[in-house]
């Protein structure tokens, strides 16, 4: 019995047309079978153990680099000429952080403590933490800002004060001394006698209180109820808003604690979150497209408005009393101390204020932070934080370790913070997010591209198996007997 070639054709036809159906509810089905691995993915939850040991251990390794600014004309400063100053460094650390006292609450959210701990890198830095350099003395030309409105004889024993502990106006001491700590009488002395005015009660180091430090306690949304909210901080050390400054707008906490933010983000996202070392909120604005490792990102940039002051940017008013655009006053967190954040070498600043020290060049690639971050899911790739650490320091009278200085605004020190994910955490990355779904991609575009094809060939087929039938039909017909008539 032969195979009856129509009848197959029909077969491969509604093969054709099943395919076509599977690929075309496929390109719908697909996004929301990917959206939906996505969210049980984010949502901070112990049972979605990968997802949930990323956000706790943060296992991805992140490294601090910070760069002195070294002094090589204190003695000319102190006589009222210009800084020159020569950027040492990096000297590196390796950044460790881990959550602690996790805390699940039935409202959606969960608190944490998250501490940090800081290890030298030799191999990573340019010397190490036995250099020397030497920086205005915080401690001297800090407190005689902060003492500009005290009474004279007040300010003169102030004076007196430095000079008996023998604290000059610049400090020359190592690396390590500076970032960590140095044995000071003064800090000794107001340590017992005026508990509270310095930041640390042991050694005075710039990075003294970071180390074997936690950031507050975080309270932040787990994305359970609403994926929109995952990682956004409800409170911070039981505070849903500041004090610190003079507006509702600058006392607000947003956005998310600066690891994770939630996902489905598109061009006109924003990155916000909140920096207990800033003492603010601060927000992050799209810049372009990019790809790391076959991953597709977003980079996300600081705005010109970030630090601007608020004459040129009303809505930061609320962070005054305001110097020149690009500089961010953190006294008021920083125990009154004149102390102010920038970008380094006062990159989108004023030019007055690069204007006012020599030996600065900033330049967006070596001085510009970005955060580079997968808008599927939320999570950052690759990441470049980077703040300038100033001082304002002038001439204050009756405080003659001031000198005759010059009203500056001084550059001390520069960080960056950075960290890109890599190795296994990469390639999983990789292969759930970007192969699987243009797997998938491929699939469905496959059946329906296939379906097609089967049905076209099909329907050919079947056409000329018609037409092979008719020919082979009329062909076996008995011929017509012709009849003769004759007309008489």
């Known amino acids: 019995m032969g195979i009856n070639r129509a009848t197959v054709a029909v ?8 395919m076509v159906f599977f690929g075309t509810v496929l390109t719908f089905v697909g996004p929301i079978i990917i959206d939906d691995q996505v969210v049980k993915n984010t949502v901070i939850d112990p049972k979605n153990e990968m997802s949930y040991t990323m956000w706790k251990d943060v296992p991805v390794p992140f490294f601090m680099s910070v760069y002195f600014f070294n002094v090589l004309n204190p003695k000319e400063v102190l006589a009222g000429e210009k800084p020159m100053v020569e950027q040492r460094g990096p000297f590196v650390y390796r950044k460790q952080i881990q959550k602690d006292n996790i805390t699940f609450h039935a409202n959606g959210t969960v608190s944490y403590r998250e501490y940090r701990r800081f290890f030298f890198e030799p191999s990573m ?50 690396v390590g001394e500076l970032m960590w700590g140095y044995d000071s009488g003064l800090v000794d002395f107001l340590n017992k006698y005026l508990p509270g005015m310095l930041p640390s009660t042991g050694k005075f180091g710039l990075f003294a209180e970071f180390n074997n430090s936690n950031t507050g306690l975080f309270t932040i949304h787990t994305g359970q109820d609403d994926i929109r909210k995952v990682h956004k901080v409800d409170s911070w050390n039981g505070l849903t808003k500041l004090s610190n400054w003079n507006s509702p707008q600058c006392n607000m906490i947003n956005g998310t604690a600066g690891q994770m933010w939630p996902p489905f983000m598109t061009r006109e996202s924003t990155l916000p979150f909140y920096s207990p070392d800033a003492c603010r909120s601060l927000e992050l604005v799209y810049q372009r497209d990019g790809v790391m490792e076959g991953i597709p990102l977003y980079r996300y940039v600081a705005p010109k408005t970030l630090f601007a002051n608020g004459s040129e940017y009303p809505p930061n008013e609320g962070f005054c009393p305001c110097r020149q655009s690009g500089l961010l006053n953190v006294s008021s967190c920083r125990h009154d101390s004149p102390v102010f954040l920038s970008h380094p070498h006062f990159f989108n600043a004023d030019p007055v204020l690069l204007d006012s020290v020599q030996g600065l060049r900033p330049t967006e690639d070596e001085h510009g932070l970005f955060i580079d971050i997968h808008p599927l899911t939320g999570v950052p790739l690759n990441v470049s934080i980077r703040l300038q650490l100033n001082l304002y320091m002038k001439k204050v009278s009756a405080i003659t370790e001031t000198g005759k200085i010059s009203e500056v605004v001084m550059p001390m020190i520069w960080f960056e913070e950075s960290g890109y994910i890599d190795g296994p955490i990469l390639s999983t990355f990789h292969t759930n997010l970007v192969v699987l779904p ?51």
């Open 11 to 18: 077969g491969f036809v509604v093969s054709g047309v099943l």
């Open 125 to 174: 830095s340019s010397g190490d933490e036995s250099q020397v350099v030497t920086i205005p003395n915080m401690l001297v030309l800090g407190a005689a800002v902060m003492m500009e409105n005290a009474p004279f004889p007040l300010r003169l024993m102030i004076s007196a004060t430095f000079k008996t502990f023998k604290e000059g106006p610049f400090l020359t001491k190592t």
């Open 438 to 488: 243009t797997v998938m991609e491929a699939m469905q575009y496959g059946f329906i591209a296939l379906g097609l094809a089967t049905i076209l060939i099909a329907s050919l087929v079947h056409h000329r198996e018609k037409v092979s039938n008719k020919e082979r039909a009329e062909g076996s017909r008995p011929p017509t007997e012709e009849k003769c008539v004759i007309n008489k």
